[in-house]
Structure formats: C-alpha cells, structure tokens
C-alpha cells in the first residue's frame, strides 16, 4: 500500500495554486477588455464565495475525514441572517456579521454534537437530516417568503454608510474573505489541533488511547467550519441580493462536496480550484446545452477513477 | 507491600453469551512487570481494553493510583498515565514517524486546542519527539512515513509512542506479535530498558520473553486467573502446566 506524500504539497501544485490566487486578484485589470466585464466579475465572484465553503467543508472533509452532506445548511443561515435581519431594517456588518457567526456556531454546536458520535455512512444520513431541516424550515418562513425567497434592497452597510458598492470593490472584498479563510485553514491544519484532527480521521482509536478527546475535536473542527461557510453564505446574500431556501438543498451539500473532490480533498486550494472548475464548467457547459448535467456527470466520473487526488493530484503531490 | 498501582476487583464482561472476563481480581504493583498470559481466547486483550477503557465492563471495579476509573473514558484514562501498544500495530500510517511520536508528546503536554502553532515553531516537541526516537532506534527513519515501515520497525514505533507519553502504567499487547527471532530479541533488550522507568502490564504469548522480564506473571484462562505469582512458581504450578503450559509443551 502507498501512503501519500507528507505535509508539503508538489511544487507543482504549489505554483499553481499561488498562479490561480494571483489570477483571481488581477482578473479585475483585465475584464475591461473583454466583453461582459460585469458578468465575469460577478462569476468570479460568485466563485470564490463557493470557494470559501468548499475551503471549510475540506477542513472537516479533508482532514476530519467527516463526509458532511448538510454543509450547505450553514451557506444558507449566513444567507438567511442577513435577509432576515435587512427585511428588519438591520443591515450593518457590525451587527449581521457576528449574528450570523453566532447563529451557524450554534447550528453547529447543535447538529455536530449529535452528528459527531457517528462514522461514515450515519454521519452522511445525521448531516444530511439536519441540513434538510433547515431546508424546510426556511421554505416554511412564509413572512420571509418562503419557498420563493427574499430579496433584499441593498448591500450590507458599515456604521450606516454603504460599502462596496461598485462590482469591483466587492469583488476584492470576496477575494480578501476567500485568501484570509484558506490562510486561517491552513494554520489550523498545520497547528498542534490539526495534527490531532488528521490523525483521528486516520486512526481514531490511537488518538483516543492517546488521551485525546476526539469527539470534541471533531466538534471544534465542525463548529469552526460551519461559521466559516455562514461567512459564504453572508458573502452570497450581499452578492445576489436575494437569499432562497435553495442554498440550503441537499443538492447544494452535493455539489459543494463534488467540488472539495474534484480539486483534490485534504489539500484546501483543491477546494479553491475544485470550485473554480466546477462552477466554470457549469456556466460553460449550461451555454451549450441545457441537458450539461449528461456531460458533467461522466467527467466527474472520469476524474474520480483516474485521478484519485482530483484535479491536483493530476499533478503529484498531496497533503497527509 | 506498598499500594498496587492498578487493582482490578472482580471485574465481569460478557460477550453474548461468552463470559470473557470472569471474575478478574489481580493486584499490579508500583515498578514491577506483570506478565498475563493464556491461551488463545482466554481474554488477555479484552482485559487490557477493559483497563485502557475501550471495553466497558460489565461489572467490578478498576482502580488505578487511587482513583476508580472503572466508568471513565478512554481518552481521560490515558490522562491519568495510562499508555498502551496493540496487537495489531496502531499507528498513524499517513503521518511520518517523527509525527507520529509529537502526537503523543503533545498528548502528554495535554495541548489539543492550539490552533496556531505548526511542526516548523514546535522546536521543544520535535526535540522530545526525536529524543524517544532515539531511544527506540528509529532516530534514522524519523521523516519515513509511517505506514512505510517494516513491521519490527513499527512494533519499535508504537513502543516509542508509548514512552513519549510519560506513562505511569504501560500496557504492551503481544509486542514481539509477527516479528522475527532476532526482532524479538531486540524488542526484548528494548523492554528490558524500559523496565525500571515504568510499571508495565505485559501480553505475550513468546514465553521466552515473558520469562525474561516479568516480575510476576498471572495465568488467564476463559476469562479467569487461575494462578499468579512469580516465574518460578508458575513454571511450577501444576494447575498452570495442565491448562497452559503443558499444552504448549505438547504441541
């Protein structure tokens, strides 16, 4: 049996991943030439926000080895806090920001509690119930509108004045939010509580007899990553200007899982460039055919039989 | 007689059916080694579960440096100084060998929840990490993965993750399990080494071993003891030649 390489990823992926982060923060620069600068930058946009909720599922996914198919729940409270509080008149970031840190972090704290106990297939089912939970629930808010959703008039605001305005300031506010969570991932993956997180999705009973209390590990790891994909989801709100019961569907905890796959799990820029291609390959696809879902499925099948480590392990080199 | 360090009260376990544990009281005393030995099935692996706190019984009490951690789970056992090894080596196999021993020094520095600091700022664990490295001669193999290692290397290794833990109880399931004659003579020089640092509860089914180290030795069979004392008085106890080692003389 082969076990991957150790902690530092190939150079290869190395330089890509700086490549594509370098690309996310010059594509502005260069929009103005092509045409339909507003759509790409709203597309790019919309891509890092994915990203920053794919970067926390591999947290958990990864690293925890906690294959969570409710993750979109925490997207859609984000979202939810912000349309919630805005349809109240409550718009400053002062105040929707750590409304809707508190909220997924006790979500979070809730669910995982429970979803924790489990292993493998139960911790998919128990994240999966919870998540539609909060699906229907949100579908039930008929003063929130319900199954259509709830649009909302304006961005977020910060001590009353309005921010980020224009696409282009928001789309740096993203790219700021999407390298300051991959860097904040990569230090807690890399710290002495990561280390512990890794090892139990390796060899949890080890762990234990270690004296470490991997339950609660676990549980940190979910709450952390839970918080961070409502930050997404506040992002994702601000950046549609509508939130919908949709964002919490279990398709949703799909696709984000497919994406954290696609790139390569347990590396974090997997997650970045997972997203990136996934998303891309939609749009692009969707333009050509209605029926891109009967191409997208097969590739995605392609990928997970020939490159195990997903698009980057194309590329050698991986995260343990 | 100086309080034992860990006291097992007429411990209970059955297993459907099965009594495995059946009524265990044994006594290990501060500093010594305690051999359990029995054959196949006799239950010497559920007991050190039931002491490492991944089995629970299902009745008796087990004491250890004066608190009952009878009920306590297996993570708060290991607090108190409880280390052990497998049957079936359990290491990290992902991580490399050096990783593998800063787990336990941290678990023995009891730092879960830090967030911040990594391998490269962690100069004071990687120094303890490769100190019990050394110790165990896998200094050399320190960046190998894991899960790249030989199997004698590997029983090294758990051994190691052992030591790292500061322990005041070590429970060694079948440490010489699958290694070669002169693996097992190592193992045995290493253990020797170990003796006087820590009170150790040793399984093995190499009678060579356990002759040479153990202090006193308790014979299991179906889930009871039915002698224990020291290696003289086993080898000559005519209970322990008719149910074990006679067997073994036999075969």
């Known amino acids: 049996m082969r076990w991957p390489a150790l902690t530092r990823p190939g150079r290869a992926v190395l330089v890509l991943t700086i490549a594509v982060f370098v690309a996310l923060a010059l594509a502005p620069l260069f929009a103005p030439w092509i045409t339909g600068e507003r759509y790409i930058l709203g597309l790019l946009a919309r891509v890092m926000i994915f990203a920053i909720a794919a970067v926390s599922l591999d947290l958990i996914l990864g690293y925890g080895g906690l294959v969570s198919f409710g993750h979109a729940a925490f997207v859609g409270l984000g979202a939810y806090a912000v349309g919630i509080l805005s349809a109240h008149g409550i718009t400053d970031v002062t105040v929707v920001l750590p409304v809707t840190l508190a909220v997924c972090a006790l979500f979070a704290v809730g669910t995982g509690a429970v979803a924790v106990r489990t292993r493998g297939v139960y911790f998919i089912m128990i994240t999966l119930a919870f998540g539609q939970m909060a699906y229907y629930t949100a579908t039930s808010l008929a003063q929130y509108g319900g199954d259509d959703g709830l649009r909302l008039d304006h961005r977020s605001t910060l001590f009353g004045t309005p921010i980020a305005t224009d696409p282009l300031a928001f789309y740096y506010v993203v790219f700021g939010a999407l390298l300051f969570f991959y860097l904040l991932t990569r230090v807690i993956v890399s710290s002495r509580f990561g280390r512990v997180l890794r090892a139990a999705r390796q060899n949890p009973v080890r762990v234990e007899t270690l004296g470490f209390n991997v339950g609660q590990v676990r549980l940190t790891a979910y709450v952390i990553a839970g918080m961070i994909a409502g930050v997404s989801g506040f992002l994702l709100a601000n950046h549609i200007l509508f939130v919908s019961p949709a964002y919490m569907s279990w398709q949703r905890s799909g696709e984000l899982i497919v994406m954290v796959v696609l790139g390569g799990m347990g590396t974090l820029h997997g997650a970045v460039i997972g997203s990136l291609a996934f998303l891309l390959i939609e749009e692009f696809l969707s333009t050509i055919t209605e029926h891109w879902k009967v191409i997208f499925g097969p590739m995605l099948i392609l990928v997970v039989l020939f490159a195990r480590g997903g698009l980057l392990g194309l590329l050698g080199g991986r995260h343990g | ?251």
């Not at chain 2, 941290?106 to 911040?116: H, N, P, R, Y």
């Not at chain 2, 509860?201 to 040479?212: N, P, Y």
């Open chain 2, 1 to 251: 007689m100086a309080e034992p360090l860990l006291r097992l009260d007429d411990l209970h376990k059955n297993f459907g059916g099965l009594a495995v544990t059946d009524g265990v009281t044994l006594d290990v005393r501060p500093g010594e080694v305690h051999a359990i030995i029995g054959p196949n099935g006799a239950g010497k692996t559920t007991l050190l579960n039931e002491i490492s706190g991944l089995v629970p019984v299902d009745r008796g009490s087990i004491v250890f440096d004066g608190n009952d951690i009878t009920r306590l789970s297996a993570h708060a056992r290991a607090r108190l100084g409880i280390a052990r090894t497998f049957q079936i080596t359990s290491i990290v196999p992902g991580f490399s060998v050096q990783e593998n021993a800063m787990l336990a020094v941290q678990a023995q520095l009891a730092s879960t929840f830090d967030f911040v600091r990594s391998q490269g700022f962690d100069r004071d664990m990687v120094a303890a990490a490769d100190d019990v490295l050394e110790q165990v001669g896998l200094a050399v193999r320190a960046r190998t993965p894991a899960g790249l290692l030989s199997h004698g290397e590997k029983r090294a290794l758990e051994l190691a993750v052992a030591i790292a833990l500061k322990p005041k109880l070590v429970l060694l399931d079948e440490p010489a399990a699958g290694t070669g004659r002169g693996e097992t003579e190592r193992l045995v020089e290493m253990l020797r080494a170990l003796k006087d640092r820590f009170t150790i509860v040793l399984v093995e089914h190499d009678m060579d071993a356990v002759f040479a180290l153990a202090d006193r030795i308790s014979v299991l069979v179906y889930g009871r003891v039915i002698a224990c004392g020291t290696p003289g008085e086993i080898r000559n106890d005519p209970a322990v030649k008719i149910a074990y080692l006679g067997e073994e003389e036999a075969a």
